[in-house]
């Protein structure tokens, strides 16, 4: 393609600052048609974002023939079905994390990737932000040495949303999400250290509900290892008090140890022989457009991205395995 005309199913939050802007922005990119369920939802977003056409029905903007990729931003119970549709269609998808609300769906994808041969992609953009990099480079330079334990900690209160019963967040419906915020929030730092360290191969967890606020784990422990043995651990809790918030992953060597966060992105902190060291790397405006910017380039030809489902679907099978998911 010498260039992406690309239509939106689903119009959230997500779209409005992270990664909407980026797909106009990125040469040789640009967005044709939006869609939502919601029509004036749809209609607000066309208007607001100068985008030409918007539809409250996927397939029709999937069968739009002036629209040539699908990114798929909705929940992860529709991702699948979605991006099939557009994968059928001979258009390649962007979807969003996790790329489905469990590890069969995303085979499911990947199966149909295949057959068709059309490809798809999903927004692990963390991979391509600045500040990770810098993290691996420190990793890769031997920093710290050989990495003997990887630790993830991660804490945050209930949000105020999660205190209505009667409406509660789709983020922790097990039917719409996969699972509670561990399933929206833990792919980003798993994906990260599979990056660095491998594909992990043995994971186990311990789930939880401590404060009854909705039906899905709000508390998650968990080991797991990488293929080349390293181990790791992980704790998340989603009803924390405000002064236990935590978002932190430490990688500990013989020689030193590293510390960052996912989320926040407090200052990278280097502990070894040399002293204590900060490192403060700022990321662009919009997060995912580093990744969209490969995606783009992937479909003209000019590089490859290899942050496709294949690579996305590990992520699923740990979590899955963590929440004892069958």
């Given at each position: 393609m010498k260039e992406v005309k690309w239509g939106?199913?689903?119009?959230?939050?997500?779209t409005e600052r992270k990664s909407g802007p980026a797909f106009a922005k990125v040469?040789?990119?640009?967005v044709v048609a939006v869609m939502s369920r919601n029509r004036e939802r749809a209609r607000s977003y066309a208007e607001r974002h100068?985008?030409?056409r918007w539809y409250d029905d996927a397939q029709k903007l999937v069968d739009d023939p002036e629209v040539t990729a699908v990114y798929i931003a909705t929940p992860p119970s529709s991702h699948a079905t979605y991006?099939?549709?557009?994968?059928?269609?001979?258009k390649p998808v962007y979807v969003e994390k996790p790329l489905a609300a469990s590890y069969p769906d995303c085979q499911r994808i990947n199966r149909i990737s295949e057959q068709t041969g059309v490809p798809c992609f999903v927004a692990y953009y963390r991979r391509c932000l600045p500040y990770f990099l810098k993290v691996r480079?420190?990793?890769?330079?031997?920093?710290?040495?050989r990495v003997s334990n990887v630790q993830i900690r991660f804490a945050v209160p209930p949000r105020d949303l999660d205190y209505d019963r009667d409406n509660l967040p789709w983020r922790v419906q097990r039917?719409?999400?996969?699972?509670?915020y561990f399933y929206d929030l833990a792919p980003h730092q798993i994906d990260l250290l599979q990056e660095m360290f491998g594909p992990i191969l043995r994971a186990h967890g311990y789930c939880t509900n401590r404060a009854g606020l909705y039906q899905t784990e709000d508390t998650v422990s968990a080991s797991f290892q990488f293929a080349d043995?390293?181990?790791g651990s992980g704790s998340w809790c989603f009803v924390a008090h405000q002064s236990a918030k935590t978002d932190r992953i430490g990688i500990v060597g013989d020689r030193g140890q590293l510390y960052f966060s996912v989320f926040t992105y407090e200052p990278i902190e280097l502990v070894n022989e040399e002293g204590r060291q900060e490192f403060v790397v700022p990321n662009p405006e919009h997060v995912q457009m580093p990744?969209?910017?490969?995606?783009v380039e992937h479909l003209q030809g000019k590089s490859r991205c290899t942050c496709d489902s294949v690579s996305a679907t590990t992520v699923n099978w740990v979590m899955d395995r963590i929440l004892g998911k069958k």
């Amino acid at each position: 393609m010498k260039e992406v005309k690309w239509g939106f199913i689903g119009c959230g939050e997500v779209t409005e600052r992270k990664s909407g802007p980026a797909f106009a922005k990125v040469p040789g990119s640009s967005v044709v048609a939006v869609m939502s369920r919601n029509r004036e939802r749809a209609r607000s977003y066309a208007e607001r974002h100068a985008i030409p056409r918007w539809y409250d029905d996927a397939q029709k903007l999937v069968d739009d023939p002036e629209v040539t990729a699908v990114y798929i931003a909705t929940p992860p119970s529709s991702h699948a079905t979605y991006a099939i549709m557009a994968m059928r269609s001979g258009k390649p998808v962007y979807v969003e994390k996790p790329l489905a609300a469990s590890y069969p769906d995303c085979q499911r994808i990947n199966r149909i990737s295949e057959q068709t041969g059309v490809p798809c992609f999903v927004a692990y953009y963390r991979r391509c932000l600045p500040y990770f990099l810098k993290v691996r480079e420190l990793v890769a330079s031997g920093a710290v040495g050989r990495v003997s334990n990887v630790q993830i900690r991660f804490a945050v209160p209930p949000r105020d949303l999660d205190y209505d019963r009667d409406n509660l967040p789709w983020r922790v419906q097990r039917d719409i999400a996969g699972g509670g915020y561990f399933y929206d929030l833990a792919p980003h730092q798993i994906d990260l250290l599979q990056e660095m360290f491998g594909p992990i191969l043995r994971a186990h967890g311990y789930c939880t509900n401590r404060a009854g606020l909705y039906q899905t784990e709000d508390t998650v422990s968990a080991s797991f290892q990488f293929a080349d043995g390293l181990p790791g651990s992980g704790s998340w809790c989603f009803v924390a008090h405000q002064s236990a918030k935590t978002d932190r992953i430490g990688i500990v060597g013989d020689r030193g140890q590293l510390y960052f966060s996912v989320f926040t992105y407090e200052p990278i902190e280097l502990v070894n022989e040399e002293g204590r060291q900060e490192f403060v790397v700022p990321n662009p405006e919009h997060v995912q457009m580093p990744l969209i910017q490969q995606v783009v380039e992937h479909l003209q030809g000019k590089s490859r991205c290899t942050c496709d489902s294949v690579s996305a679907t590990t992520v699923n099978w740990v979590m899955d395995r963590i929440l004892g998911k069958k």
